[in-house]
């Protein structure tokens, strides 16, 4: 299967290149990462051109915000033909074998989309991410904050992070992008749903 990875960033040269290595150090490592800089003036977008030659950069004319900015990048690996799509925020940094577990998941379970247990960088022992509720009557998102057992995994959730979003492009195609009325927050709870 054809994995790309989509990072957007804005004025992320603190967090940008710390993504890249760890993304570079995988186990299986991305075919392809597709980096979308929305505007930056902090000279980011320039140290992912120098120091990630084999990244496509992307630079946008202004900030399109999260989806938009990722749908850049998407549609990029959709028209290339790829299988998988992970969206990841710039300032996350995977595990090395994060990747290989999430194809892994793609090959064996099938689904439109899959995420991972997202950790919180200043409290590495702390869960930010494990899932996703969604309340019936308020519509308001919510973390699963519990540590999920290795027998208890893969799972359903009612809805994966965009922090780490891995799609299938087949439901890419089916369902569409995600949509860009959210500037930020909540397209991806908008796209699961």
């Given amino acids: 299967m054809k994995l790309g990875v989509v990072v957007l960033n804005w004025n992320g040269k603190d967090v940008t290149p ?3 290595d760890s993304l570079y150090r995988s186990t299986r490592p991305p075919d ?5 800089d929305n505007a930056s003036v ?3 977008a320039e140290l992912v051109r120098d120091r990630f030659p084999q990244a496509e950069l992307i630079r946008n004319d202004s900030n399109l915000g999260f989806a938009e900015g990722c749908n850049v990048g998407m549609r990029i690996l959709l028209e290339r033909g790829f299988d998988l799509i992970l969206l990841l925020n710039n300032d996350a940094v995977v595990d090395p074998e994060c990747l290989g577990a999430l194809e ?4 064996d379970h099938p689904a439109a989309a899959y995420g991972a247990t997202i950790y919180d960088m200043g409290e590495p022992a702390r869960v930010w991410y494990a899932g996703g509720s969604i309340g019936r009557w308020t519509l ?3 973390h699963e904050l519990a540590r999920p057992r290795a027998g208890d995994l893969p799972r359903p959730t009612a809805f994966i992070t ?5 799609l299938r492009a087949e439901a890419l195609r089916r369902i569409g992008l995600l949509d ?3 500037f930020a927050y909540y397209e991806d709870v908008d796209w699961c749903l």
């Fill in 140 to 142: 308001d998102a919510r």
């Fill in 104 to 107: 892994h998941a793609a090959k």
């Fill in 180 to 182: 860009e009325a959210f």
């Fill in 162 to 166: 965009g922090c780490c979003l891995l």
């Fill in 42 to 44: 902090d000279g980011s």
């Fill in 32 to 36: 392809l990462v597709v980096v979308v």
């Fill in 18 to 20: 710390r993504c890249l």
